[in-house]
């Protein structure tokens, strides 16, 4: 599983809130829609575990824009209600993220004029990307190589002439 996974499944569960919202991802253009929502990734990767295992950290951030009014004033009650809609959405334990139950904390900060936010926050444990078991006979890159078991070394003694046998 990596973090553009549990972005998919974030950005599905936020979508189910309001299917006819666009849901701008990565990139929000200048002209965007309102009522919407702009998701993104500010910090995604991992550090080393062990040999065949990382630790994956993530964090995303939802930007919610409210409908204006005539006067092109947003309501600020209606970022507060996108807001907590949001945070309860993602108030349980874990979410279903392919065949794995990942933890995700969603925060957020009082909304700013005409926008509100929710921050995701997330880490697991993973196996290493690209790590083959060369024990593993199961593990079709490295099936059919014989493991190295038995290693001869042979000390030649160098004819030079400053080497005393």
């Not at 995303?60 to 309860?88: H, K």
């Not at 042979?154 to 002439?161: D, G, L, Q």
């Amino acid at each position: 599983m990596t973090y553009i996974d549990l972005m998919e499944t974030i950005a599905g569960m936020i979508s189910t809130l309001w299917p006819k919202r666009m849901l701008y991802r990565d990139f929000c253009p200048t002209d965007f829609q309102r009522p919407s929502g702009f998701l993104y990734v500010t910090n995604a990767g991992f550090t080393d575990v062990n040999i065949g295992l990382v630790e994956w950290t993530f964090e995303a951030e939802l930007t919610l824009y409210a409908a204006t009014d005539s006067y092109t004033v947003e309501s600020t009650e209606a970022l507060r209600a996108d807001q907590n809609a949001v945070l309860a959405l993602f108030a349980g334990p874990s979410i279903q993220v392919g065949d794995r139950q990942i933890a995700v904390y969603a925060t957020a900060n009082a909304p700013g004029p005409g926008e509100a936010y929710v921050t995701f926050t997330a880490s697991w444990i993973d196996a290493r990307p690209g790590y083959h078991d060369p024990e593993d006979p199961n593990d079709q890159q490295t099936a059919g190589i014989p493991l190295m078991e038995d290693f001869e070394i042979n000390n030649k003694v160098s004819s030079y002439p400053g080497n005393r046998e």
